[in-house]
């Protein structure tokens, strides 16, 4: 969103600042809106930062979210916002680690799910994509890597070229 509509992605930052800056975002759904808002911005210390105050303060011993009484929505969006960080798919860009946390810098996720029927397991180690498969045809699509702290791109991105875009 930030290249194609700058005035936009720009106008929803400050928003959130602002409501930031007046005590908004901090339990539940508000956390949860968080979380996803910095993985969508590219900020993953601050969606981290986000994640971990709302499982240390929010989170029962059962895992279920504590906003009085009990909001679901605090833990779809928690766990909607960790994939949000890890794999992004707008407007036929599917994006690697827009948004990794120098706390996560070895990891997999397997299973994904982005439209159009298909599923991605992406590992990484260093904070860099080591391995990416896709299971299903991404027609149409800009893959977006990191490799290197350099940006990459990939059009109708297959398994075997998805692959050996990561090895090299």
């Not at 895992?63 to 890890?86: K, M, R």
Request: proline letters at 5%.
């Amino acid at each position: 969103m930030k290249n194609e509509t700058p005035e936009i992605y720009h106008a929803a930052r400050v928003s959130l600042e602002r409501r930031l800056a007046n005590g908004g975002g901090h339990t539940g759904w508000s956390a949860a809106w968080l979380i996803n808002l910095w993985a969508n911005f590219g900020e993953g210390e601050k969606c981290y930062e986000v994640i971990v105050k709302q499982i240390q303060e929010s989170t029962l011993p059962n895992l279920l979210d504590n906003h009085p009484p009990f909001q679901i929505d605090g833990n779809f969006g928690l766990t909607s916002g960790i994939v949000e960080a890890l794999v992004q798919y707008y407007d036929g860009k599917l994006k690697i680690l827009p948004a990794l946390p120098q706390a996560w810098p070895k990891g997999a996720i397997r299973g994904a799910r982005i439209p159009g029927n298909v599923s991605l397991d992406i590992a990484w180690e260093n904070g860099e994509l080591t391995a990416l498969v896709i299971h299903g045809t991404l027609a149409q699509a800009t893959v977006v890597y990191v490799k290197n702290k350099k940006v990459g791109t990939l059009k109708e991105a297959s398994i075997q070229e998805a692959l050996s875009l990561v090895q090299g």
